[in-house]
């Protein structure tokens, strides 16, 4: 699918979908309403630039890709395999982390990489 012929409020609905962000905790994260974000979700209402640059940053994409779907590095979209749900998990566990807990699950994370990089002795 050409993803210049679908539009914002899909691309954003994608996007939320697939890292797994919930309306309020991404609402929350951009700095607007929840009213406002479901504006742009169900009446099809464009952002102002700065809420659209704030938006892909927390999204960790574009604003082209977001805003008019023209980012060429931005991938097709991804077909849910059961990779693609266990990472969408690993994102809502994420969200809803406080600071210093999302550290002991980084020490965590990496410990457990470093373990099966490591050849067996």
């Not at 929350?28 to 009446?43: A, C, D, E, H, P």
């Not at 099809?44 to 938006?55: E, F, L, Q, R, T």
């Not at 749900?85 to 210093?100: A, C, F, T, Y």
């Amino acid at each position: 699918m050409n993803r210049k012929n679908i539009s914002f409020k899909e691309r954003l609905t994608d996007e939320l979908n697939y890292q797994g962000i919930s309306n309020k905790d991404f609402a929350n994260k951009v700095g607007i309403s929840s009213n406002t974000l479901n504006m742009y979700l169900y009446r099809g209402s464009m952002p102002s630039a700065d809420i659209a640059v704030k938006m892909a940053q927390v999204l960790n994409t574009t604003t082209e890709y977001l805003v008019a779907g023209t980012d060429d590095e931005k991938p097709l979209p991804k077909n849910d395999t059961k990779s693609d749900w266990q990472k969408k998990e690993i994102n809502m566990i994420v969200n809803m982390l406080s600071p210093n807990q999302l550290e002991h699950f980084l020490e965590i994370a990496r410990a457990y990489k470093q373990a099966v990089e490591s050849p067996k002795a």
